[in-house]
């Protein structure tokens, strides 16, 4: 940096400069990147996937993937990364990045949606509720918001609710709506309707058969006890992809509730082998 200040650049282009260090170095090196703008009045273009760190130096945001603008406005830049990181597991980086747009606009409503999808993975379905109650009162009409919900509801053992905003889910016409459909199809097997539930599910796998699909499928039938319902499910979430621990430890657990030990033999062991392996 000092090689560089000594041409008298005109802007400055930081590709990802504080990668290598960890957060002590990084705490005692920030005050001089913020004094090189501040004091110098020298622009920089600062490259980071740490939202803690734009959210500290930088004027003005912007996401980039594959080379297209997916955001420009300060606010809605941190919501996105939050999003994009709690797509990638990395719940940290989440907040972090949430915790940054909130100090720059607490009324940004996608900031609560995104934190909602925090809150629901981590089986925190008050928070959810409490941030997707926010975000629905000014956005009733969003499917994406009323399928979170859906799922805060179940979580909170309010299955009845939980429908009335789903079938509202499904009703706006998500572009991908098989969220919305099988937890509606949980939510119909609570509250002991296994045929509807079924035309649910089977609504879903007709958009796009995934593993996770089969696996959500198969622990629904699982946790109202219809054994054999979840089997036929995990058999075929097995078959998809068979290095799955969680496909082959739900089916064994399927397999003990049908009091079929002799396939549940098989099937726990195979789940602690591909434990072992990840």
């Not at 940096?1 to 290598?20: F, G, Q």
């Not at 058969?209 to 054994?227: C, F, H, P, S, W």
Request: glycine share 6%.
């Amino acid at each position: 940096i000092a090689r560089t200040l000594l041409a008298s650049p005109r802007l400055l282009l930081m590709d990802e400069p504080l990668a290598a260090l960890d957060m002590r170095r990084k705490l005692e090196i920030l005050p001089y990147l913020e004094r090189l703008h501040d004091e110098l009045a020298l622009p920089v273009v600062y490259v980071s996937h740490a939202a803690d760190e734009v959210a500290r130096l930088a004027d003005h945001l912007v996401v980039l993937e594959e080379g297209r603008v997916l955001a420009s406005d300060n606010v809605v830049v941190m919501w996105h990364l939050a999003e994009q990181y709690f797509n990638a597991g990395r719940a940290a980086d989440a907040r972090a990045a949430l915790e940054a747009g909130y100090d720059i606009d607490r009324t940004a409503l996608d900031l609560y949606r995104v934190e909602a999808m925090l809150a629901l993975a981590d089986g925190d379905y008050s928070t959810a509720q409490d941030r997707l109650n926010i975000y629905l009162a000014y956005r009733p009409d969003d499917a994406e918001g009323r399928t979170l919900a859906g799922k805060a509801y179940l979580g909170l053992g309010d299955p009845t609710t939980a429908l009335t905003n789903l079938n509202r889910a499904i009703e706006l016409k998500p572009a991908d709506p098989r969220e919305a459909y099988v937890t509606r199809g949980e939510a119909q097997l609570i509250l002991g309707n296994p045929d509807t539930a079924r035309k649910d599910f089977d609504a879903a796998l007709s958009r796009g058969v995934t593993t996770e699909l089969r696996l959500r499928i198969g622990k629904a039938y699982y946790n109202v006890g219809d054994y054999e319902g979840a089997i036929a499910e995990l058999q075929w979430a097995v078959a998809s992809d068979p290095t799955l621990f969680e496909t082959h430890y739900w089916l064994g657990l399927a397999q003990m509730g049908a009091e079929v030990y002799a396939d549940a033999a098989e099937s726990l062991p195979q789940a602690l082998e591909r434990a072992a392996v990840a």
